[in-house]
């Protein structure tokens, strides 16, 4: 059981460059979730998937996009970097959504330059 | 929306003392609560949580917490600090209004003097 993994650990872009991360778990979860983490900022919630084919917004949504295509996948994508985007990024699953322990990836540090 | 407060960005204590690190919330409308903990280049792990009934709660590791709401107040304590609990430990109340998700507060960074 690998619980929820992150790939890549590690990545450099320049600036205007495109990627996508991408999280899978096997705890046949419903709600998966994308995090940034920011020295001094905590986590905060870039977008969220309640379900297979589902998306929804968080706190910071702009500048990246979503899929959830199969249930136990779900892609973030960076169409454009810029150095604003420069973070350590954790993507999260849970059974019940906010009244459900979450269970966090070992992130996804992303320096753009 | 829910806002979420830890008192402290670094707390130190020594090896053997008590740990108390705070956490306000916002909501007038008694949230989930969760406390998390980070250990260097990890991800989140959770330590506790509350959601309904007994009001203290017990977590990994020794900790515990108490939800009081008429202090809108989830402070996470620990009475004998450990060298292995230097880690990062963060609050959060789930989002409310509907949301899905939770709100994480800035973090509190826990450092134990030997």
């Known amino acids: 059981n690998a619980g929820v993994t992150q790939t890549p650990k590690f990545r450099v872009l320049k600036t205007g460059q495109s990627m996508t991360l991408l999280c899978a778990q096997d705890?046949?979860?419903?709600?998966m979730y994308w995090y940034r983490q920011d020295p001094g900022m905590g986590l905060r919630l870039i977008h969220y998937?309640?379900?297979?084919?589902?998306?929804a917004k968080g706190e910071v949504p702009d500048g990246y996009n979503v899929s959830r295509l199969k249930k136990q996948n779900f892609l973030l994508g960076l169409e454009s970097a810029a150095p604003s985007q420069t973070s350590v990024y954790f993507c999260?699953?849970?059974?019940?959504?906010?009244?459900?322990?979450?269970?966090f990836g070992p992130g996804t540090r992303l320096t753009v330059l | 929306a829910q806002s979420v407060t830890q008192l402290g960005s670094h707390v130190s204590v020594s090896e053997g003392a008590l740990v108390l690190l705070r956490c306000n919330y916002s909501?007038?409308?008694?949230?989930?609560l969760f406390w998390y903990v980070q250990y260097p280049n990890q991800g989140l792990q959770l330590l506790l949580k509350?959601?309904?009934?007994?009001?203290l709660v017990k977590g990994i590791n020794g900790f515990e917490a108490e939800f009081k709401k008429s202090e809108t107040s989830f402070h996470l304590t620990k009475p004998s600090a450990h060298m292995s609990d230097a880690a990062e430990y963060f609050c959060?109340?789930?989002?409310?209004?509907?949301?899905?998700?939770?709100?994480f507060g800035k973090g509190t960074h826990l450092i134990i003097q030997p």
């Open positions: 998937s309640v379900g297979e084919g589902t998306t």
């Open positions: 509350y959601t309904t009934g007994a009001t």
């Open positions: 959060a109340p789930d989002s409310g209004g509907g949301a899905d998700g939770l709100t």
């Open positions: 999260a699953s849970s059974g019940q959504g906010a009244i459900d322990t979450q269970y």
């Open positions: 705890m046949n979860h419903e709600y």
């Open positions: 909501s007038s409308v008694p949230p989930y």
